[in-house]
């Protein structure tokens, strides 16, 4: 075929689609993508205590590292930047993450116009006074926003591990603050006391904050709880009163899963819980960003879970994946993460990546 017959059939063919395509789609010449499908995980190996592994894949595309630690105003976060929480106001992305500092862990916060570029804005939070439950560390701040107020839930705790480490250690407690914009100034709620940890409970350890969602005139939190890890629900009416925990948590401990963050696919009515999944070596750590699916928020199937991003798909770090928080940008969902890099598993010199989910996400067909 000679050139010019060869260019008059590409211009037929692209006339042709673009005839096809539905009126507001323009001369595309490629489809839309199919969205991101949930697929059986051919190698799903096992954990020496027989934990659960996840029997299916929804592999992200990684972008690698968006914010290095070190650069925060005040030496805040000169040890590492980890446990985040991304959310948007009017075209600007708000991170809070913990920056480990000469003095403990903080919330920080880091802003952006396009989830690569980040300024970071120092410690949104204080430590509290010696003796209240905020002594050690006040980090983790998850925001939920009602009209003009932003309420936000963090976590406390009046205990670390030795200097100059400072890891926030148990108890973890969800505490409150409050503010006027996405950028504070934050308030502490010292007499609002969401819920806490009780003993002999499933929460017996840990009672930390995690993802808001708004039902009808009820609030559900889906928070981290221990003994053995894993995620409860908690609920209230008011933001700025006591909740009430689930008796029961959402999954088993074994799954050994901690933190929460949520989208909803309107394409489907499915909701998409993405979490931390804790992995064991010779020790436990940090393995996995796992996500679980339902079309009920009361109810959940944990065979219905998938790795999303490990040592397999992460451009950078080969054994250890931090906490995930995910945000849906047109027609992809952003997950940013935590990860030392490399083949380290430690808490600290933590670095915040950035990974992509094309949307919709689509289950199994008999999930």
Known sequence: MSTSRMSVSIFQAGLILAILLPAGCGARLFPRSSGSRIIPNSATGAYPDNRPAAPYRLDARDDGPVYRHGGGPGRCDELGARDIW??????????????AGPRGWLACLAVSRDLVHWAPKGPILDFGSPGEDDA??????????EGCTWHMFYLGTPHTSPAPDLIPAFPYLTMKAIGESPSGPWTKQKDVIPFRTAPGTYYADTASPGHVIKSGDEYRMFF??????????????????????DPRPIFSPEEQVENSSLYFEEANQTWFLFTNHIGLDEFEYTDAVWVYWTKDLDHWDAARKAVVLDGKNCA????????????????RLAILYDAPGGDSRSHMNRDIGLAWLDLPLVPPDRS
Do not use: Q
């Open 86 to 99: 991304l959310f948007e106001s009017d075209g600007t992305y708000y991170l809070h993450y913990d920056g």
């Open 316 to 331: 950078w770090s080969r054994k250890c994946i931090g906490l995930p928080s995910v945000i849906k940008v047109k027609d």
């Open 136 to 145: 050690a560390s006040a980090s983790y701040g998850v925001v939920f926003r």
């Open 224 to 245: 981290s709880a221990s003994m053995k890890r894993t995620i409860g629900i908690a609920r209230t009416k008011n933001l700025n009163g006591p909740w009430t925990i």
